[in-house]
């Protein structure tokens, strides 16, 4: 066998060694972790986005499990209009919730000790971005703290001007939503604008929904300033009174307005002023009232108007007699 030069062996072994480096560098990228290319998301037919506010955990957030805070135990199928010949007051709230006003006016009403009745828009509530979580936990401290919540649609659209499928979409949003923030699907719905058709209101009672309706709106849309709330207020119940002859009645306020809830404490200060002069005269009182069934005929709430006229005066007369020796 011919000799080989040592340049040739020189060169052979420079070349494996390169050869060997190469393929070791070959092995090293193999073993790297797989770059997983982003995978093209087809248009879905679905109505809304798929949401993850919240999970399981509800049930143990909201301890609302004898507690109906969605109108169950009222009849389907009905419109409330609102009005009532009795000088009974139920408020109610449109529009939130809204992390800058409706956290203070659940403090109001605890300090003023009212429940109320709460519409809430939910596509301010139900994603999971840190904003809308905020929302959905201020929804659950409205049951929380013993008032109602009512479906008020998810973009506030009037009713009216939508396709029947329209509505449905509209309604099971927030339906979905409402059962994942606190457990349970509404049964009562306000109707954005109070628009309703005769489809419209068709539609709602074969889906199992109360409409409820309003008597009392004291423009808080139209006014700026708790003042002109208040006198606007007093105006409509004394118009109304005159005639209908509904001398109470389902109020219409909106808890996204600071001017509403600064004019609430002075509403009820003025329904307690105009209790004491109807006291004098032993008249019936005004009373704040915690149960949608006193506007519901054939409907029968725990405890009667009369009862609870009872229970008032005798409060008031406390009350009145405070004010006088001022």
Excluded at 59 to 84: C, E, H, K
Excluded at 182 to 210: F, K, M, N, W
Excluded at 265 to 273: D, E, I, M
């Amino acid at each position: 066998m011919s000799s080989i030069s040592w340049k040739v062996r020189l060169s052979a072994c420079v070349l494996a060694l390169v050869g060997g480096g190469s393929l070791a560098g070959a092995s090293e990228t193999r073993r790297a972790p797989m770059v997983i290319e982003p995978i093209a998301i087809r248009p879905s037919p679905i109505l809304e986005p798929v949401h993850h506010e919240p999970g399981p955990e509800v049930a143990a957030v909201v301890p609302i499990i004898n507690q109906d805070v969605t109108g169950l135990r009222f009849p389907s199928g009905l419109t409330i209009q609102g009005g009532s010949k009795h000088r009974a007051i139920l408020f109610t709230f449109d529009d939130g919730p809204s992390r800058r006003t409706t956290p203070r006016l659940l403090d109001m009403l605890d300090d003023l000790g009212i429940k109320a009745l709460f519409f809430v828009t939910s596509e301010s509530f139900g994603n999971g971005n840190p904003w809308e979580r905020e929302h959905a936990e201020i929804v659950r401290d409205i049951v929380r703290r013993g008032h109602l919540v009512g479906n008020h649609t998810e973009t506030h659209r009037q009713l009216p001007l939508l396709g029947n499928e329209e509505i449905r979409a509209e309604l099971a949003i927030t339906e979905r939503k409402l059962e994942r923030a606190i457990g349970r699907t509404p049964r009562l719905i306000r109707p954005p604008g109070g628009a309703l058709s005769h489809r419209v209101e068709q539609l709602l009672g074969d889906l199992g929904y109360t409409s409820v309706m309003w008597a009392l709106y004291p423009g808080d849309l139209e006014v700026n300033t708790p003042e002109d709330l208040v006198r606007t207020f007093f105006r409509v119940l004394d118009r109304r009174e005159r005639d209908t002859g509904d001398r109470g009645g389902i109020v219409l306020m909106h808890d996204t307005k600071r001017h509403s809830l600064e004019a609430l404490p002075r509403l009820v200060r003025a329904l307690q002023n105009r209790n004491c002069k109807l006291l004098e005269r032993g008249e019936e009182l005004y009373d704040i009232v915690d149960d949608l069934g006193y506007f519901i005929p054939g409907h029968e709430p725990d405890q009667t108007l009369e009862e609870r006229q009872e229970e008032l005066r005798r409060h008031m007369q406390r009350v009145c007699n405070t004010v006088a020796l001022r």
